[in-house]
């Protein structure tokens, strides 16, 4: 059993045991605690047979904690085909993510606060069948930037099968691993250069 609290693994590899996680647990793993919050945008991969609301509390506890350390922590569900995530948290999947990548939708209306939470959650929004076209979207390189500008951390919520994500990895400054046997090691080729920052298990 892994120590909730101390690193797995090495930066160049990647953890290769799990942090176990409790979401409900006050305090984050040492992985992924709030000091180790960066601007830009995190992934947060999931695989889809891990348990549903364990994933959306892990998200969302990484979210309020890494707000609650400072940063300014916006929480994007890409799981764009097969939403789940506004759900577990308690609201609507109104104007989103495919809304401001496909139909140039303002992203400073599509974030909205998380009662009693802090951060901003942007919901995954009008169904799309591809969802590929939004992760290789080229409004991802300005966007990136204005979060880096605006020293915000921006969690990006998706299953490691999501169509074109090697696209979204290159803007990533690492990736956290919910659930899943394998860890890391079930993440697909084109993401394998996206560092693992944590494996956080339930």
Same mark, same amino acid.
């Given at each position: 059993?892994?120590?909730?609290?101390?690193?797995?693994? @090495? =930066?160049?590899? #990647?953890?290769?045991?799990?942090?176990?996680?409790? =979401?409900?647990?006050?305090?984050?793993? *040492?992985?992924?605690?709030?000091?180790?919050?960066?601007?830009? =945008?995190?992934?947060?991969?999931?695989?889809?047979?891990? $348990?549903?609301?364990?994933?959306? &509390?892990? *998200?969302?506890?990484?979210? @309020?904690?890494?707000? *609650?350390? #400072?940063?300014?922590?916006?929480?994007?569900?890409?799981?764009?085909? $097969?939403?789940?995530?506004?759900?577990?948290?308690?609201?609507?999947?109104?104007?989103?993510?495919?809304?401001?990548?496909?139909?140039?939708?303002?992203?400073?209306?599509?974030?909205?606060?998380?009662?009693?939470?802090?951060?901003?959650?942007?919901?995954?929004?009008?169904?799309?069948? &591809?969802?590929?076209?939004?992760?290789?979207?080229?409004?991802?390189?300005?966007?990136?930037?204005?979060?880096? $500008?605006?020293?915000?951390?921006?969690?990006?919520?998706? =299953?490691? &099968?999501?169509?074109?994500?090697?696209?979204?990895?290159?803007?990533?400054?690492?990736?956290?691993?919910? #659930? #899943?046997?394998?860890?890391?090691?079930?993440?697909?080729?084109?993401?394998?250069?996206?560092?693992?920052? *944590?494996?956080?298990?339930?």
């Amino acid at each position: 059993m892994t120590d909730p609290h101390a690193l797995a693994g @090495t =930066p160049d590899r #990647g953890p290769s045991a799990p942090t176990f996680f409790d =979401p409900s647990f006050e305090r984050l793993p *040492a992985p992924v605690s709030g000091d180790s919050a960066t601007p830009g =945008p995190v992934l947060l991969l999931f695989d889809r047979d891990a $348990d549903r609301d364990w994933v959306a &509390d892990a *998200a969302v506890a990484l979210a @309020t904690g890494w707000h *609650a350390a #400072g940063r300014r922590t916006v929480l994007a569900d890409l799981c764009l085909d $097969d939403p789940f995530l506004h759900e577990r948290i308690g609201m609507p999947n109104q104007e989103g993510v495919v809304d401001i990548f496909l139909y140039g939708a303002s992203l400073a209306r599509s974030a909205r606060a998380v009662p009693g939470r802090g951060f901003y959650l942007i919901s995954s929004g009008t169904y799309t069948p &591809d969802a590929g076209e939004v992760l290789r979207s080229p409004r991802w390189e300005k966007i990136v930037a204005g979060f880096r $500008d605006a020293n915000a951390a921006l969690l990006l919520f998706a =299953p490691s &099968d999501a169509p074109e994500l090697a696209a979204l990895g290159r803007f990533a400054d690492g990736a956290i691993v919910l #659930g #899943g046997g394998n860890g890391p090691g079930a993440l697909p080729a084109s993401v394998a250069g996206v560092a693992t920052r *944590a494996w956080l298990a339930p």
